[in-house]
């Protein structure tokens, strides 16, 4: 559904990507795994079109999208829950709810009540500006804001950092709910057994090249210790 | 033991371009002697122009602060020249640098006030400041007002210097005057470009480079962002008044309305900073001279020429924001004032 | 006791005709962080736009405006569309070396089409028409009208900023531009959008403008002085704020032009000047910078 092949992406004049050839398939959640600075955010920027890139090197469903305007790559179907959150401080938590579903057809199975219902936190908190939210519930807004567009794909990136292991798991037992949607989940993700328990494939990523790619259940510890430190 | 790398500033041609740059200060000195009137008025024009615009480029290029309000300024110094010599009866070459150095003097408070605000609200500020001190001089009825008053000819004529040039060159009073103006002219805008190389050329030149590139950085490098502003402020401000200074003691006539114009003492300097290329000494050199053909040739074209320049603002900065001297300098790699630091190793000692 | 009540009111009415003229300078630097040095050359030059509707198809003023409003609204998103939206970004010079290249452009191409001579809108018998509050006060009609404008625009501002789902994209796009685009908001066409709102509301401001006193091609400049002064007391991202702003600026004035006309504006400025250095953030600042 989604792949890219030969991806590069530069920030001025520094590489941070080295021609990734990835793919995501209809339904499927695949886990990019690797250190800082591996270019996995990187990735994901150049598949919305924050970062530039040659057409082809990004397609979806088989047309070119490389280079769009992140705008357009949104209306596509392909949404980003962003590092880092990045709730808007003006809009309370509903108003960053609705504004994820901006510009999108009605219809689709995600609206205000399945997300309250599938985070209730968020439901207690509606009206509160976003940045009055604790950490995971700033995380759950995010993810929410992003599912509120109905996307056909959803990109995660770091959705655990700076999390508690505890409510790292309150937000992963989400997942399947997504997934039953059949959204494909393509997730950046720092804690290698949470991607490992959720993905149903992973690439690890080391200095903007793919280092490894397979099923979880195939991979060994060695590995995938390899593949992430570059040894 | 390690010897230390040099930082040196200059690159090859540094001491030549110094000789070349002194030579044309001589030729453009010895101009009157032999050069029609109305080319040293119009050379006149060109100096003073020339000096507001490294002040407004030093400002805005340099430290960034970009300033809608520098007629504050000259019109300070305009009006200080003339209370100076009307009222307190000095020499009009003394009052133009005491005009300066009070107006350096009022850009303190002025300074702290404006400085309270940011960006594209400070350039607002400034304006406000501008209007403000034209209308309180606009009170001031010895100085004739809302409608202002002219410099009578025991002043014009008693300008230091005006016998010995009337002996020397057998010339009537005032052409000798407008020989000693375009000689103050052409010290100011000589020692302005020499001034502007030197501060940047400095400690304060680096750390205005740095406040420029990244205040919070600058910061935590330990500059001290605001004293510095407010130094390149108050400098630029002393400069501004005293061309101000100039300029009207040349005009001899001066309103509140003349003195406080955007559109001559910002508008057209901005305009030439940016033609010429703003953050470099050369830019607004070329621009000047830029300027100085498109008023004599078009002026006359009254509003349309107007709306002209508006256009060339516009298309200037959306599609050639570096200047002329920017676009040169990138492609030859050019640098007349160097002032970029490089780290030279230590020579090899065997 | 009258002769002091009586400027007072009328500060406060011409604070609301300045309110108007700064709600469009507030909006668009709210949502871009866009000052346009133009701003209040725009203003003349829709009063001027609501001058020949009027003479055109002789309508009264109200009328001429009400029909000149989507002509400015679309002039406004095509000058952000085709001109402005190329001078953002983190350089703060060429927005205002840009406007300031319109503003000098709308003056001299206002004076070339129209001459320098002074125009009015002619609105009949309201203008001059009292209201009377008893105790031998009386108030003009067309300020109250002002006022009561102001108000209306504000209002209706804050209602479309905080109760719509274009609102919610301003605020999103205010906030964080990047992030907004993975929303599925093109930030081009939001900021034109802002811009022709701007306009529609600069429509008005120049209604009763131009039926207040003459104006001519030159009157801008000073127009963006008391908005841009009325945004900065009222403080960055607050629209009550800069009717408070605006209606400061109009008591100052009005008070400074009752000790000696002369000092009329001065005292705008030195008021201005006062808020700047006692409360720099303005006296309601409410956006996150």
């Known amino acids: 559904m989604l792949e890219t092949r030969g991806l590069t992406a530069f920030y001025g004049d520094f590489q941070a990507l080295y021609g990734i050839d990835a793919s995501l398939a209809q339904g499927e959640t695949v886990a990019i795994i690797g250190a800082n600075g591996a270019g996995k955010s990187t990735f994901l920027k150049a598949i919305t079109g924050l970062l530039p890139s040659p057409p082809d090197a990004v397609r979806l469903d088989g047309a070119p999208i490389g280079g769009l305007a992140p705008a357009r790559v949104t209306r596509l179907g392909v949404s ?14 509903e108003e960053n709810l609705l504004i ?54 959803l990109l995660c990136d770091e959705i655990s950092l700076g999390l508690a292991p505890i409510v790292i798991r ?40 793919v280092s490894l790619a397979g099923r979880p259940a195939e991979l060994s510890g060695e590995q995938i210790h390899a593949a992430y430190f570059g040894t | 033991m390690a010897v230390p790398h040099r930082v040196a500033v200059g690159g090859r041609f540094t001491r030549q371009l110094a000789l070349a740059g002194v030579l044309v200060v001589i030729l453009l000195a010895a101009l009157p002697a032999f050069a029609a009137r109305s080319l040293v008025e119009d050379l006149i024009f060109v100096f003073y122009m020339l000096a507001l615009a490294q002040y407004w480029n030093l400002l805005a290029g340099y430290a960034g602060l970009i300033s809608v309000g520098q007629q504050a300024f000259v019109g300070l110094g305009g009006y200080l020249l003339f209370a100076l010599t009307v009222i307190a009866g000095l020499d009009p ?36 400041v501008a209007e403000v001190y034209r209308l309180v001089l606009a009170q001031w009825k010895q100085l004739g007002g809302g409608t202002g008053t002219s410099l009578p000819p025991e002043i014009t004529n008693t ?60 910061a935590s490098a330990g500059v001290d962002n605001f004293r510095t502003k407010l130094w390149v402020y108050v400098a630029t401000a002393a400069g501004t008044g005293m061309v101000g200074a100039l300029i009207y003691l040349q005009k001899a006539r001066i309103s509140p309305d003349s003195a406080f114009a955007v559109l001559d003492w910002t508008a057209y300097v901005i305009l030439i900073v940016v033609i010429g290329g703003i953050g470099t000494i050369e830019g607004p050199i070329i621009g000047v001279l830029v300027f100085y053909l498109l008023q004599s040739y078009l002026a006359s074209f009254g509003t349309w020429y107007l709306i002209l320049l508006g256009a060339l603002a516009i298309i200037i900065m959306l599609f050639a924001p570096k200047g002329i001297w920017g ?24 | 006791m009258t002769a002091w009540l009586d400027p007072l009111l009328q500060g406060i009415m011409l604070g609301g005709l300045y309110a108007l003229f700064a709600a469009g300078l507030s909006l668009i630097f709210g949502i871009m962080r866009l000052v346009n040095l133009a701003h209040g050359d725009l203003i003349v030059l829709a009063a001027f736009v609501v001058l020949v509707v009027a003479g055109a198809l002789g309508l009264d003023p109200f009328l ?68 009377s509050l008893g105790g031998g006060l009386a108030v003009g009609v067309m300020p109250l009208l002002t006022l009561a404008s102001a108000v209306v625009a504000i209002l209706a501002l804050n209602f479309l900023f905080y109760r719509t789902s274009l609102g919610r994209a301003f605020r999103a796009t205010s906030d964080d531009p990047e992030t907004a685009q993975l929303m599925g908001i093109d930030n081009r066409r939001i900021f034109a959008l802002a811009m022709g709102v701007a306009m529609t509301v600069v429509a008005v401001a120049a209604l009763y403008l131009g ?67 006692l409360r720099p953030r303005g006296l309601f600042p409410r956006a996150v910078d």
């Not at chain 1, 509120?148 to 794909?153: E, F, S, T």
């Not at chain 2, 302005?192 to 400690?203: G, K």
């Not at chain 3, 320098?116 to 018998?125: T, V």
């Not at chain 3, 009717?243 to 009329?264: C, S, Y």
């Open chain 2, 159 to 218: 300008v230091f210097g005006i016998d010995w040039v009337k002996a020397l060159f057998d010339v009537r009073t005032s052409a000798a005057r407008d020989m000693i103006l375009y000689w103050a002219a052409l010290a100011l805008a000589a020692g302005t470009i020499a001034a502007v190389y030197l501060i940047l050329r400095s400690r304060h030149g680096l750390a205005l480079a740095a406040i420029r590139d990244s205040e919070p950085a600058a």
């Open chain 3, 211 to 277: 039926m207040r006193a003459n104006f001519d091609p030159t009157i801008g400049p000073a127009r963006l002085i008391y908005a841009f002064e009325a945004v900065i007391i009222g403080g960055l991202g607050s629209l009550w704020g800069t009717l408070a702003g605006g209606v400061i600026i109009g008591l100052a004035q009005t008070i400074g032009a009752r000790i000696d006309p002369e000092w009329q504006i001065l005292a705008g400025h030195v008021a201005f000047l006062i808020v700047l250095v």
């Open chain 1, 80 to 93: 980003l829950v962003p590092e880092g959150r990045k709730l808007f401080p003006s809009l309370s938590v």
């Open chain 2, 93 to 128: 070459l003394l009052a133009i640098v005491l005009a300066g150095a009070i107006a350096g003097l009022l850009a303190l408070p002025t300074a702290l006030v404006v400085f309270r605000l940011r960006g594209a609200y400070f350039a607002i500020g400034t304006w406000v």
């Open chain 2, 327 to 350: 676009y040169v300098s990138e492609r030859l790699g050019l640098v007349l004032f160097p002032i970029r630091r490089r780290l030279v190793p230590p020579r090899e000692t065997s």
């Open chain 1, 170 to 209: 309150d937000i992963y037992n989400a997942m399947p709910a997504i997934k039953a949607q059949g959204t494909s989940i393509l997730l950046v993700e720092q804690d290698i057994v949470q991607a490992m328990a959720v993905a149903d494939r992973v690439y690890c990523f080391q200095e903007g090249r």
């Open chain 3, 64 to 131: 001429a405006a009400l029909l000149a409003a989507p002509v400015l609204f679309a002039f406004g998103y095509a000058l952000q569309f085709v001109l402005l939206n190329r001078t953002l970004g983190r350089d703060i010079l060429p927005p205002l070396l840009v406007t300031f290249g319109l503003s000098i452009i709308v003056q001299n191409g206002l004076l070339e089409a129209f001459s320098a001579d002074s125009r009015r809108l002619r609105a009949g018998a309201i203008e001059t028409e009292s209201l």
């Open chain 1, 100 to 153: 994820g579903a901006y510009g999108r057809a009605p219809g689709g199975y995600w609206s205000l009540e399945r997300l309250y219902a599938l985070f209730p936190a968020l439901a207690e908190r509606r009206r509160a500006p976003g940045p009055s939210l604790s950490g995971g519930q700033q995380q759950m807004a995010a993810i929410g804001r992003a599912l509120m567009a109905n996307p056909r794909v």
